[in-house]
């Protein structure tokens, strides 16, 4: 045995303490006597706190209550940048699809390259209406752009940023610039949040299975392989800016995908993180030793394909890509779909655990 593990060291727990753990707390209560709970669709009462109006509308939550579909289980209240949110967690009873509709089954498999330049390129474009043949050498239907204010708030970040080496250790200063950082560090992670969902849910809604590449999101950190690979040109000044806060995306669009396919009726499946799915021919499957990350378009010295590198890679991670199975999902700590072994009758209602249906920020009142 070597002594070791995979994953962080192990030591003696140690207690949250305000600046060094995320600053967040759960209350629970008696499910049969509830005293979290929703006063009109704006308010919210927990108990110790009082009332706190929230941001969304709490109406769809309400409904599900009020028809004895949904039962709240804890309320987490957390802090991100200069607002603190609160996450209703509802068991809710509803039914989830055992097969893709019709519509669904005709699209097939999409496959999903991550990127940083684009947030992903399709291998096929999420909406088929368009008559135009897409352009493998630049195809921008197949393309999602990442959200139109990322590149404002980085620009933004990297000031702050600045800002923040130039202060004096330990002095107030430094403490208000790192404050202002922190406050943009999370417009960015929540703009980017946001895209995913949208994208998760589009891509979970329209087909039957969705390909996506395995990053192993731990392994990533440590070594940054593998997103390095997505890198386009000129972007890598972007992303050393601050990789945390623009690296937490592809494993939180596995985590959603894992819950979301299962939702809606369709598939998750990966590659292995080993496949070569950028150097791969999509035509005729030559792996190509080399392909500068600068270089946009994919050439084959054995067919003479030549198309958009990410599209490319997205078509071999449609192809090459497993179903991924059920304790595989569910290790990430997401529901898993119904059973598929002849209890497919009675799959029909699942509870699922809802996401919070009311962001933040939340109001004291
Ligand atoms: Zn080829």
Known sequence: MAGRHAGRPVGYPHFKRKGRARDSFRIHHDVTKPTIR????????????????????????????????????????SRGGNR???????????????????????RGTVGVDWGIRHLATLSQPLDPA??????????ADLRVANPRYLDKWTRRLAKAQRALARTEKGSKRRAKAARRV???????????????????????????????????VRGMSASARGTLEHLGHGV??????????????PGELRRQLGYK???????????????????????CGTVIPKLPRDQRVFHCTACGLAVDRDYNAAVNIARHAVPLVEGDVK??????????????????????????????PPRRE
Do not use: M
């Open 236 to 249: 890598r000044r972007k992303a050393g800016l601050n990789r945390a806060v623009l690296d937490v995306a």
């Open 261 to 283: 396919t299962s939702w809606y009726g369709s598939t998750l499946a990966a590659v292995d993180r080993w496949y070569p799915s950028s150097k791969t021919c999509s035509s």
């Open 182 to 216: 922190g406050v943009i560090q999370h417009r960015i992670a929540e703009q980017r949040a946001t895209a995913v969902h949208l994208l998760g849910k589009r891509l979970a809604t329209k087909f039957a299975t969705v390909a996506i590449e395995d990053l192993n």
């Open 331 to 360: 290790a990430r700590g997401s529901p898993v779909r119904p059973a598929s072994d002849g209890r497919r009758g009675r799959a029909g209602r699942q509870k699922r655990e809802d996401p919070p249906p009311s962001g933040g």
């Open 38 to 77: 929703l006063e009109g669709h704006r308010r919210l009462r927990i108990p110790k706190l009082g009332t706190i109006r929230i941001h969304d509308s709490g109406k769809r939550l309400a409904r599900l209550i009020a028809k004895g579909d949904a039962v709240v289980q804890s309320v987490t209240v």
């Open 84 to 106: 603190w949110y609160a996450s209703v967690l509802a068991k809710v009873d509803q039914p989830i699809p055992d097969k893709p509709t019709r519509a669904q089954t005709a």
């Open 130 to 139: 368009t008559d135009r043949p897409v352009d493998l050498l630049d195809p």
